[in-house]
């Protein structure tokens, strides 16, 4: 079956599965062939703007009925509760979007033998600049595998890993990352305005900023590191500013914030950190 083909039922309709719903939308995944179930008549109707083919309901079995793959798009602790409901046939994957949620207790909840992904994305699969991370269980085979990553990568970019315990560090890293970035631009933007900037320009200026870094990082054949050392010239701007954040312990507490970040969501799958 071409990828193009698939069915694929989404469980939850909030903004996570908005953003796959439209990197499908983008990629030419035709939109009757997209399913997507939410309880909130609201969200329902935000949903319909992305395409008026798609086949939005409010039950949950409705939304996975005849879907090759059946994506789990609902809060973390929302999640038991929801998966148990679900009824899924032998056959279909399911790939499981949400904060913490390991392959062991979709295991419980569906059976040894279903074929289950773990997928941690980001929000810039908003705008089909997404990274997803993917675990498949034992028993996924390669065309599954082959359908986790269409799935994921309409959104943007995605990778494998083997080792399951490294989705906690990954959910830390890329998946809460965004956050990061965002924080600091919003930082860049209120002190540009301090400085005298006007509004609309510091907004600019932090955002672009931000923007070119990024594609200069993914571009370049260069460590960030080195990026940052061809800024930073000796006695300059750069090294003053530099200098400061390293001063105020800025490693130390980004260390801190990620470790945060990866026990959060160990306790989200109901696991202790080590």
């Known amino acids: 079956m071409h990828n193009s083909a698939l069915q694929i039922g989404f ?13 499908l939308l983008r990629a030419g995944h035709p939109a009757d062939k997209l399913q997507v179930a939410d309880p909130n008549a609201e969200r329902r109707a935000q949903l319909e703007k992305l395409g ?5 309901v409010a039950d949950n079995a409705e939304a996975i009925s005849g879907a090759d793959i059946i994506v789990l798009a609902v809060k973390p602790q929302l999640m038991s509760a929801v998966a148990q409901a679900l009824q899924p046939g032998p056959q279909q994957l399911i790939v499981s979007v949400a904060a913490g949620i390991s392959l062991a207790a979709m295991r419980d909840w569906f059976g040894p033998a279903q074929p289950c992904v773990r997928s941690m994305p ?8 997404g990274m997803s991370v993917l675990c498949a ?50 930082i860049l933007e209120d002190c540009a305005r301090d400085m005298g900037i006007p509004a609309d320009v510091a907004r600019q200026l932090a955002v672009q900023t931000a923007h ?36 105020g312990g800025l490693d130390k507490l980004l260390r801190q ?10 306790e989200l799958g109901g696991r202790k950190s080590d």
């Not at 469980?11 to 990197?23: F, I, W």
């Not at 980001?122 to 600049?129: I, T």
């Not at 370049?220 to 003053?240: H, I, K, N, W």
């Not at 914030?257 to 160990?266: D, F, G, K």
């Open 52 to 56: 008026q083919r798609l086949v939005i």
């Open 11 to 23: 469980v939850g309709g909030g903004n996570m599965a908005g953003a796959m719903l439209a990197g």
């Open 257 to 266: 914030a990620l470790t945060a970040a990866r026990r959060r969501s160990l």
């Open 137 to 186: 269980a034992p028993g996924v085979s390669n065309i599954q595998r082959t359908q986790a990553e269409y799935l994921a990568g309409a959104a943007g970019a995605t990778a494998w890993v083997d080792d399951e315990d490294l989705m906690d560090a990954v959910t830390a890293v890329s998946g809460s990352g965004p956050a990061y970035f965002y924080l600091v631009m919003e």
């Open 122 to 129: 980001n929000q810039p699969a908003l705008v089909g600049a």
């Open 212 to 247: 070119g870094a990024g594609l200069a990082a993914r571009e370049a054949d260069t460590a960030p590191g080195e990026l940052r050392r061809m800024v930073t010239s000796p006695g300059g701007t750069t090294q003053a500013a530099i200098e400061v954040l390293q001063q």
